[in-house]
């Protein structure tokens, strides 16, 4: 079955203290990795896609990166406007798309 | 300007109830999607339609039924409320070649 696990469940950064989330996935035939941004009380907003691995994409302090097993968001010093939760989705080949549980990122200034 | 829009924005009823929730995109997408969240944050498909077709379905209850007027409206009716329906439910659209969603802002569902 189609697995999509992030952690961590919770990460609190100082405004400026880069760090990375993870997101790790078992599907059968990737056909597409997605990063999406969900502020509380509205809905997820697209970043990026991720495609093969070794695939790189970058918006502003975001970088994704994807491996065969796991894909990387890192954040370069990040300022209280990037709290959010970050969510991992992972299409198969079927079409289905699963979504992980998310990281909770706090910047505190 | 609203690229994908729901109604209503919270929603609090009785236990037995029936109700509706509407979304409506107007980005042209051929693919329009349900999806609950939970307390936990997790977001998990319930329904999608395709030109009109329900291609997906999730082992959701047959109390939760969606229908689809056009294709830039697909709204959710959901009969004899449970207190486990409590959630936030999301509407979203995609154009099937890319795989990108793009959601509405929720409706937050709190069964009393």
């Known amino acids: 079955e189609d697995q999509v696990t992030q952690s961590p469940e919770a990460l609190r950064l100082q405004e400026g203290e880069s760090s990375s989330l993870n997101c790790s996935y078992t599907v059968s035939g990737l056909r597409g990795l997605f990063w999406y941004r969900q502020d509380p009380g509205k809905g997820p907003e697209f970043l990026f896609t991720l495609y093969s691995a070794g695939e790189e994409k970058e918006k502003e302090r975001l970088k994704a990166t994807l491996t065969k097993k796991e894909s990387f968001l890192h954040i370069t010093a990040p300022k209280p406007e990037d709290s959010a939760t970050y969510l991992c989705?992972?299409?198969?080949?079927?079409?289905?798309?699963?979504f992980g549980a998310g990281t909770r990122l706090t910047v505190k200034p | 300007d609203t690229a994908v829009s729901q109604t209503p924005k919270y929603l609090v009823t009785q236990m037995g109830n029936d109700k509706s929730i509407k979304c409506e995109q107007n980005?042209?997408?051929?693919?329009m999607y349900w999806y609950k969240q939970d307390s936990k944050k997790f977001l998990k498909i319930m329904f999608s339609y395709n030109n009109k077709e329900l291609i997906i379905n999730e082992t959701v209850p047959n109390r939760f039924s969606p229908k689809s007027p056009d294709k830039a409206h697909l709204n959710l009716h959901i009969n004899s409320l449970e207190l486990g329906d409590s959630a936030v439910y999301f509407c979203?659209?995609?154009?099937?070649?890319?795989?990108?969603?793009?959601f509405g802002p929720g409706t937050r569902l709190t069964v009393l």
């Open positions: 980005l042209g997408h051929d693919t």
């Open positions: 979203a659209s995609s154009q099937t070649s890319s795989g990108v969603l793009f």
């Open positions: 989705a992972v299409q198969a080949s079927a079409g289905d798309m699963r």
